[in-house]
């Protein structure tokens, strides 16, 4: 059974940081690209990173580049969403997802991506 587990939410002061962990279970996450996504209260969710099955080619949407990293370790099964330089308006609900099999390229149209994660909370407040 294909399974995606996020870990690393919680309450964090603007400017800290935080890493996000997704656990795969039930398929190998290797040939597979994989996103995080982000849904505030009352808003869309919104595409933030992704990292290819290749290359570790990586995506990210503009409000977030040059704070945040997204990286993968295959040997694990895990993906990561290192966050630094947090802001309030980075507050939301985190979830990764998986596309289908190969994944050589991703973006953040959420069509592209087939299984997900339950999610875990992330805010930034002083």
């Known amino acids: 059974q294909v399974q995606l587990v996020e870990s690393g939410g919680g309450l964090v002061q603007p400017g800290g940081s935080l890493m996000l962990s997704c656990a795969a279970s039930g398929f190998t996450l290797e040939y597979y690209a994989i996103g995080w996504f982000r849904q505030a209260p009352g808003k869309e969710r919104e595409g933030v990173s992704c990292?290819?099955?290749?290359?570790?080619?990586?995506w990210y949407t503009d409000s977030v580049k040059g704070r945040f990293n997204v990286s993968r370790d295959n040997v694990r099964n895990m993906a990561y969403l290192q966050m630094n330089s947090l802001k309030p308006e980075d507050t939301a609900v985190y979830y990764c997802?998986?596309?289908?099999?190969?994944?050589?390229?991703?973006?953040?149209?959420?069509?592209?991506?087939?299984?997900w994660g339950q999610g875990t909370q992330v805010t930034v407040s002083s």
């Open positions: 990292i290819a099955s290749v290359d570790d080619l990586t």
């Open positions: 997802a998986s596309t289908g099999f190969g994944g050589y390229v991703c973006d953040g149209n959420s069509d592209d991506y087939h299984h």
